[in-house]
T-cell receptor, first 111, second 115 residues
Framework: SQKIEQNSEALNIQEGKTATLTCNYT??????LQWYRQDPGRGPVFLLL?????KEKRKERLKVTFDTTLKQSLFHITASQPADSATYLC??????????FGAGTRLFVKA | DVKVTQSSRYLVKRTGEKVFLECVQD?????MFWYRQDPGLGLRLIYF???????EKGDIPEGYSVSREKKERFSLILESASTNQTSMYLC??????????????FGPGTRLLVL
Protein backbone atom coordinates (compact mmCIF):
# COMPACT_ATOMS: atom_id res chain seq x y z
CA SER A 1 0.00 0.00 0.00
CA GLN A 2 1.02 3.60 -0.46
CA LYS A 3 2.43 5.25 2.64
CA ILE A 4 4.06 8.50 3.65
CA GLU A 5 5.76 8.49 7.03
CA GLN A 6 7.07 11.18 9.28
CA ASN A 7 8.48 10.61 12.72
CA SER A 8 5.48 10.71 15.03
CA GLU A 9 7.67 11.43 18.04
CA ALA A 10 8.35 15.05 18.79
CA LEU A 11 11.83 16.38 18.13
CA ASN A 12 13.38 18.40 20.95
CA ILE A 13 16.51 20.42 20.23
CA GLN A 14 18.47 23.26 21.75
CA GLU A 15 18.37 26.74 20.27
CA GLY A 16 21.15 27.28 17.73
CA LYS A 17 21.36 23.63 16.70
CA THR A 18 20.25 22.19 13.37
CA ALA A 19 16.90 20.41 13.34
CA THR A 20 16.54 17.56 10.85
CA LEU A 21 13.15 16.10 10.05
CA THR A 22 12.58 13.01 7.91
CA CYS A 23 9.91 12.09 5.41
CA ASN A 24 9.83 8.59 3.94
CA TYR A 25 7.40 7.27 1.38
CA THR A 26 6.64 3.96 -0.28
CA UNK A 27 4.88 3.05 -3.51
CA UNK A 28 4.71 6.60 -4.80
CA UNK A 29 6.56 8.23 -7.65
CA UNK A 30 6.07 11.86 -6.71
CA UNK A 31 6.59 14.62 -9.20
CA UNK A 32 7.48 16.94 -6.33
CA LEU A 33 7.59 17.10 -2.58
CA GLN A 34 6.59 20.00 -0.35
CA TRP A 35 7.15 20.99 3.26
CA TYR A 36 4.58 22.97 5.23
CA ARG A 37 4.64 24.48 8.70
CA GLN A 38 1.58 24.30 10.94
CA ASP A 39 1.14 26.15 14.21
CA PRO A 40 -1.42 24.93 16.78
CA GLY A 41 -4.97 25.78 15.75
CA ARG A 42 -3.88 27.14 12.37
CA GLY A 43 -3.79 25.95 8.78
CA PRO A 44 -0.53 24.75 7.20
CA VAL A 45 1.71 27.32 5.54
CA PHE A 46 3.86 26.42 2.55
CA LEU A 47 7.63 26.54 3.05
CA LEU A 48 9.49 24.80 0.23
CA LEU A 49 8.92 22.67 -2.86
CA UNK A 50 11.49 20.35 -4.43
CA UNK A 51 10.97 18.54 -7.71
CA UNK A 52 11.90 14.95 -8.53
CA UNK A 53 14.88 16.04 -10.64
CA UNK A 54 16.30 18.28 -7.89
CA LYS A 55 18.57 17.03 -5.12
CA GLU A 56 18.53 20.03 -2.81
CA LYS A 57 16.69 23.30 -2.29
CA ARG A 58 17.48 26.14 0.13
CA LYS A 59 15.59 29.11 1.48
CA GLU A 60 17.23 31.22 4.17
CA ARG A 61 17.80 28.83 7.13
CA LEU A 62 15.83 26.02 5.51
CA LYS A 63 17.22 23.21 3.38
CA VAL A 64 15.39 20.31 1.79
CA THR A 65 16.92 17.26 0.15
CA PHE A 66 15.11 14.74 -2.00
CA ASP A 67 16.44 11.25 -2.70
CA THR A 68 14.11 9.39 -5.07
CA THR A 69 16.22 6.24 -4.78
CA LEU A 70 15.89 6.10 -1.01
CA LYS A 71 12.34 7.53 -1.28
CA GLN A 72 13.21 10.05 1.37
CA SER A 73 13.29 13.78 1.98
CA LEU A 74 15.17 15.51 4.76
CA PHE A 75 14.17 18.95 6.03
CA HIS A 76 16.81 20.94 7.89
CA ILE A 77 16.46 24.12 9.92
CA THR A 78 19.85 25.59 10.73
CA ALA A 79 20.50 27.91 13.70
CA SER A 80 17.11 26.95 15.08
CA GLN A 81 15.13 29.38 17.22
CA PRO A 82 12.24 28.90 19.68
CA ALA A 83 10.02 30.57 17.06
CA ASP A 84 10.67 27.57 14.79
CA SER A 85 8.69 25.38 17.19
CA ALA A 86 5.74 24.01 15.20
CA THR A 87 4.55 20.91 13.38
CA TYR A 88 6.13 20.33 9.99
CA LEU A 89 4.21 18.44 7.31
CA CYS A 90 5.65 16.65 4.33
CA UNK A 91 3.44 16.44 1.24
CA UNK A 92 3.84 14.55 -2.03
CA UNK A 93 2.53 15.76 -5.34
CA UNK A 94 1.73 12.82 -7.53
CA UNK A 95 0.43 14.73 -10.51
CA UNK A 96 -2.87 16.38 -11.12
CA UNK A 97 -4.42 18.21 -8.20
CA UNK A 98 -3.95 15.63 -5.53
CA UNK A 99 -1.42 16.07 -2.74
CA UNK A 100 -0.73 13.39 -0.14
CA PHE A 101 0.14 14.72 3.31
CA GLY A 102 2.09 13.09 6.09
CA ALA A 103 0.89 13.31 9.69
CA GLY A 104 3.67 15.74 10.59
CA THR A 105 6.48 15.95 13.11
CA ARG A 106 6.30 18.28 16.10
CA LEU A 107 9.46 20.31 16.68
CA PHE A 108 10.29 21.98 19.99
CA VAL A 109 13.25 24.34 20.14
CA LYS A 110 14.38 25.15 23.68
CA ALA A 111 15.97 28.46 24.54
CA ASP B 1 -1.02 37.68 -0.36
CA VAL B 2 -3.57 34.96 -0.93
CA LYS B 3 -6.25 34.94 1.67
CA VAL B 4 -8.41 31.93 2.44
CA THR B 5 -11.07 32.44 5.06
CA GLN B 6 -13.38 29.97 6.73
CA SER B 7 -16.74 30.93 8.19
CA SER B 8 -16.14 29.65 11.71
CA ARG B 9 -13.10 28.84 13.84
CA TYR B 10 -15.08 26.69 16.30
CA LEU B 11 -18.42 24.97 15.88
CA VAL B 12 -20.45 22.74 18.19
CA LYS B 13 -23.31 20.75 16.68
CA ARG B 14 -25.59 17.93 17.72
CA THR B 15 -25.77 14.50 16.12
CA GLY B 16 -28.11 14.54 13.14
CA GLU B 17 -27.84 18.27 12.46
CA LYS B 18 -27.02 19.56 8.99
CA VAL B 19 -23.74 21.48 9.08
CA PHE B 20 -22.42 24.00 6.57
CA LEU B 21 -18.77 24.98 6.47
CA GLU B 22 -17.94 27.87 4.15
CA CYS B 23 -14.63 28.75 2.57
CA VAL B 24 -13.79 31.85 0.54
CA GLN B 25 -10.58 32.68 -1.32
CA ASP B 26 -9.70 36.03 -2.82
CA UNK B 27 -7.12 35.12 -5.47
CA UNK B 28 -9.30 33.79 -8.29
CA UNK B 29 -7.91 30.26 -7.90
CA UNK B 30 -9.58 27.55 -9.95
CA UNK B 31 -8.99 24.74 -7.50
CA MET B 32 -10.32 24.39 -3.98
CA PHE B 33 -10.09 21.56 -1.48
CA TRP B 34 -11.63 20.36 1.75
CA TYR B 35 -9.54 18.27 4.15
CA ARG B 36 -10.06 16.95 7.60
CA GLN B 37 -7.16 16.62 10.02
CA ASP B 38 -7.09 14.16 12.89
CA PRO B 39 -4.20 13.41 15.26
CA GLY B 40 -1.79 10.89 13.82
CA LEU B 41 -3.62 10.70 10.49
CA GLY B 42 -2.51 13.84 8.73
CA LEU B 43 -4.68 15.69 6.28
CA ARG B 44 -7.18 13.56 4.41
CA LEU B 45 -8.88 14.88 1.29
CA ILE B 46 -12.66 14.90 1.42
CA TYR B 47 -13.57 16.66 -1.86
CA PHE B 48 -12.01 19.03 -4.30
CA UNK B 49 -13.27 21.27 -7.06
CA UNK B 50 -11.38 22.37 -10.16
CA UNK B 51 -13.97 24.81 -11.45
CA UNK B 52 -17.37 26.28 -10.68
CA UNK B 53 -19.99 23.55 -10.28
CA UNK B 54 -17.32 20.86 -10.75
CA UNK B 55 -16.36 18.52 -7.95
CA GLU B 56 -14.40 15.34 -7.41
CA LYS B 57 -14.43 12.93 -4.51
CA GLY B 58 -11.32 12.68 -2.44
CA ASP B 59 -10.27 9.82 -0.22
CA ILE B 60 -13.02 10.07 2.41
CA PRO B 61 -16.17 11.60 0.85
CA GLU B 62 -18.70 9.48 2.73
CA GLY B 63 -21.07 11.56 4.85
CA TYR B 64 -20.09 14.80 3.11
CA SER B 65 -21.17 16.81 0.10
CA VAL B 66 -19.88 20.04 -1.42
CA SER B 67 -21.10 22.99 -3.39
CA ARG B 68 -19.22 25.41 -5.66
CA GLU B 69 -21.64 27.93 -7.14
CA LYS B 70 -19.08 30.75 -7.38
CA LYS B 71 -15.37 30.55 -8.09
CA GLU B 72 -14.34 32.10 -4.80
CA ARG B 73 -16.57 30.01 -2.55
CA PHE B 74 -16.47 26.30 -1.71
CA SER B 75 -18.87 24.86 0.84
CA LEU B 76 -18.66 21.60 2.73
CA ILE B 77 -21.94 20.10 3.92
CA LEU B 78 -22.43 17.43 6.54
CA GLU B 79 -25.93 16.19 5.75
CA SER B 80 -26.43 14.54 9.14
CA ALA B 81 -23.57 15.14 11.52
CA SER B 82 -22.19 12.21 13.46
CA THR B 83 -19.74 12.08 16.36
CA ASN B 84 -17.04 10.54 14.14
CA GLN B 85 -17.07 13.74 12.10
CA THR B 86 -15.63 15.64 15.04
CA SER B 87 -12.41 16.97 13.57
CA MET B 88 -10.44 19.96 12.30
CA TYR B 89 -11.61 20.94 8.82
CA LEU B 90 -9.24 22.76 6.53
CA CYS B 91 -10.01 24.46 3.25
CA UNK B 92 -7.31 25.18 0.68
CA UNK B 93 -7.04 26.80 -2.72
CA UNK B 94 -4.57 26.29 -5.55
CA UNK B 95 -3.75 28.15 -8.71
CA UNK B 96 -3.03 25.92 -11.67
CA UNK B 97 -1.04 27.49 -14.42
CA UNK B 98 2.17 27.04 -16.29
CA UNK B 99 5.28 27.94 -14.41
CA UNK B 100 3.48 28.23 -11.10
CA UNK B 101 4.42 26.17 -8.10
CA UNK B 102 1.81 23.73 -6.93
CA UNK B 103 1.33 25.42 -3.58
CA UNK B 104 -1.87 25.08 -1.64
CA UNK B 105 -2.99 28.02 0.47
CA PHE B 106 -4.88 26.99 3.56
CA GLY B 107 -7.52 28.68 5.63
CA PRO B 108 -7.25 28.85 9.44
CA GLY B 109 -9.39 25.76 9.93
CA THR B 110 -12.72 25.05 11.61
CA ARG B 111 -12.67 22.88 14.70
CA LEU B 112 -15.99 21.01 14.70
CA LEU B 113 -17.31 19.15 17.73
CA VAL B 114 -20.34 16.91 17.20
CA LEU B 115 -22.10 15.94 20.43
Amino acid sequence: SQKIEQNSEALNIQEGKTATLTCNYTNYSPAYLQWYRQDPGRGPVFLLLIRENEKEKRKERLKVTFDTTLKQSLFHITASQPADSATYLCALGTGGFKTIFGAGTRLFVKA
Amino acid sequence: DVKVTQSSRYLVKRTGEKVFLECVQDMDHENMFWYRQDPGLGLRLIYFSYDVKMKEKGDIPEGYSVSREKKERFSLILESASTNQTSMYLCASLYSGQGVQETQYFGPGTRLLVL
